[in-house]
């Protein structure tokens, strides 16, 4: 799976989830996805936290393929992420 096929696949769920209003208040964006470890970082509104996981959790295929997308970990700010995710 590349870094826009996932990409994709996260925002047609939020916005079927949510509609356009509430994908505006997401505010998701892709910061980064390593291909090799199947690992990304996104971010998201913080108020939007709880919508944001769980339409990652309704996301089963991508490009047919399934698929499992789970959270390892949540930050405040994309330095301490990186930290933990390297720990």
């Given at each position: 799976?590349?870094?826009?096929?996932?990409?994709?696949?996260?925002?047609?769920?939020?916005?079927?989830l949510y509609g356009v209003k509430g994908a505006a208040e997401t505010n998701y964006?892709?910061?980064?996805?390593?291909?090799?470890?199947?690992?990304?970082?996104?971010?998201?509104?913080?108020?939007?936290?709880?919508?944001?996981?769980?339409?990652?959790?309704h996301i089963t295929a991508i490009n047919g393929a399934p698929v499992s997308v789970?959270?390892?970990?949540?930050?405040?700010?994309?330095?301490?992420?990186?930290?933990?995710?390297?720990?």
């Open positions: 799976m590349t870094e826009p096929d996932l990409s994709h696949a996260i925002s047609d769920k939020i916005h079927l964006r892709m910061i980064e996805y390593n291909q090799q470890h199947r690992q990304g970082i996104i971010r998201c509104n913080h108020d939007k936290l709880i919508e944001t996981r769980a339409a990652l959790a789970q959270v390892i970990t949540v930050s405040g700010t994309i330095k301490s992420l990186r930290k933990r995710l390297t720990e």
